[in-house]
DNA sequence: CCTCCAGCCTCACGCCACGTGAGGGTCAAG
DNA sequence: CTTGACCCTCACGTGGCGTGAGGCTGGAGG
């Protein structure tokens, strides 16, 4: 005795809906169509839609629960696979939720607005590659900096600080800027975004260098540390890339 | 100093399309357009995609981002409400590896398939419900059902066949339908299907009995028992619903 | 000036798994 | 015959983009 959408759709839970789209993509039909053209599910249309049922409970795509039922791959495997996917499916899910603590605490890792205030290199890197390169570097810094918590940033603001207030103090002893001793500073700044954010090539620093004068945003805010000191950064990571 | 949606595209590392996108549903749109109509991002356009990404990764969707940059709620209460969500997501997915590892073991409480051979009341039940009344008895069914190992589905079984054998034996000795001893049993059989799977009325047990007439199917399996059960076991509960 | 090329624009259809109607035919009971 | 529940197909929508098509823009170079 064969049954009608409708008793289905009332066997099952689903909609008439969605056996019609079952149908459609030839995921579980009707053996049968009376001449009024209504469907007819015999028992083994049931049995089929059962499975079809229980492997979509387990989260499975209706496409892949079609191979799965034609025998196009192997039980295990479709196993295997599925749990991996669910497991990375799980840990994004935790990512989440402990991005949402910090998010919470107000730690803000993922707050770049903080890295727009001050001398932040995350910002001046990316645009750097924003200019000069793919975005791999920015891509890089994200992934680490999702990590960092305030004594990461904290060390991070120092050291950039530092870095500038080293330049800065060269600067005004007169000292020019293609002086070792400023190249010193210069390694120095590319060791500290290498060791926080990305590999920083000499190429890539250059273009950081370009980019302190050509902005005024960055010019105005490195130059809050010493009037010109901007220009004379970029002049120490020109000098020293070219000795390169 | 202005971007292009190129120049942000890879700042972020979005698409372009993603930008058009979020442009065009208003979560980020650029401040200015070139007589061209290029788009033009000022610094507070990129402060706020930057916000969107935050949002974003913590696994809101963009309509809500969208809200909360506006201040439509309260950011306690959105952080309150995402984690519940994202709890949510992870405990279905916590459901879903659990039921990959009963599929896996063959348990398979939920392959409905064991459901279908030999007597099996789940199957009996649900279609008296696709006939008569909603599904909840068959969602009551599938929830507890969903619990059930081997043992379960041991007794299950055991005590079915148990209620079978005792009306068989009645039907050969000649008892009417209509005696109390009958009733005896049809009162059990209700109390099983309740025990195991959904509170059985009275109503429901009398819609199984003809369905186990009706249907060639179920009355085949049952007379496997003993040749006209099926019929027996209907007349028995229709007597035993008659003087309720 | 012209050509070329990279980048920009809008438009539009696709994906996945259905939800939701519209418009109209079917079937069985009264 | 009427009525009402059920059936059919068609089609657009959802969210967050991916992917092209067709055509305009701007700058560099000849």
């Not at 950039?160 to 103090?169: D, F, M, N, R, V």
């Not at 390694?187 to 004068?213: D, K, S």
Request: hydrophobic fraction near 40%; glycine fraction near 6%.
């Amino acid at each position: 005795m064969a049954m009608t959408v409708g008793d289905l759709a009332k066997l099952t839970g689903l909609t008439v809906r969605t056996l019609h789209y079952y149908d459609e993509i030839g995921l579980c039909s009707p053996s049968q169509r009376t001449e009024a053209g209504y469907r007819l599910y015999a028992e083994d249309d049931v049995v089929r839609l059962q499975h079809v049922l229980v492997l979509r409970e387990l989260g499975m795509g209706l496409d892949e629960i079609g191979r799965a039922l034609a025998g196009d791959i192997d039980r295990d495997e479709l196993i295997r696979r599925h749990r991996a996917a669910l497991i990375e499916k799980r840990e994004r899910l935790d990512r989440m939720l402990a991005a949402l603590d910090h998010y919470e605490r107000g730690d803000a890792p993922m707050d770049f607005r903080t890295m727009f205030d001050g001398f932040d290199p995350a910002e001046h890197e990316a645009e750097a590659k924003a200019r000069w390169g793919t975005t791999d570097a920015y891509k890089e810094s994200a992934r680490r900096t999702k990590q960092y918590g305030p004594p990461e940033w904290d060390a991070i603001k120092r050291e950039a600080a530092a870095i500038g207030e080293q330049l800065a103090a060269l600067m005004r002893a007169g000292v020019p800027a293609a002086d070792p001793r400023a190249a010193a500073v210069i390694a120095e700044h590319r060791a500290h975004i290498t060791r926080w954010f990305y590999p920083c090539t000499v190429e890539i620093q250059r273009g950081l260098g370009e980019m302190y004068v050509a902005d005024a945003r960055f010019t105005a805010n490195i130059d809050k540390t010493a009037p010109g000191l901007a220009l004379y950064w970029r002049d120490a990571i020109r000098a020293s890339a070219d000795q390169t």
